[in-house]
């Protein structure tokens, strides 16, 4: 079984800084991609930013300049450092990642259950 936890969200002042965390636990062969989303209520999921296995990202318009996103591969696990939170930025954020498991040779995108970040003063 493999799993993907979040941690690290919270309820934070605008202009502030909160990091995100994403570990992926369990008989994970190789993971490639990983990311982080988030939803706002009422609306739809959305991509926050990227990166690859070989360090590429990539970032949403929106928090390009405030948020950066890495990984340590050796701890199968995706940060993303936020910066001058906004209270447009409140959603609860989810990670993903694209791997392959023990028994399952195709890859398949695993989801978290996601972490409530609240910008708010």
């Known amino acids: 079984q493999v799993q993907l936890v979040e941690s690290g969200g919270g309820l934070v002042q605008p202009g502030g800084s909160l990091r995100l965390s994403c570990a992926a636990s369990g008989s994970i062969r190789s993971i490639n991609r990983m990311g982080w989303y988030r939803q706002a209520p009422g609306k739809q999921r959305d991509l926050v930013a990227t990166?690859?296995?070989?360090?590429?990202?990539n970032y949403a318009d929106s928090v390009k300049g405030r948020f950066t996103i890495s990984r340590d591969n050796a701890k199968n696990t995706v940060y993303l450092q936020m910066n001058s939170l906004k209270p447009e930025d409140t959603a609860v954020y989810y990670c993903?990642?694209?791997?392959?498991?023990?028994?399952?040779?195709?890859?398949?995108?695993?989801w978290g259950q996601g972490t409530q970040v609240t910008v708010s003063s």
């Open positions: 990166i690859t296995s070989e360090g590429n990202t």
């Open positions: 993903n990642a694209r791997m392959t498991v023990v028994g399952r040779p195709e890859w398949y995108l695993y």
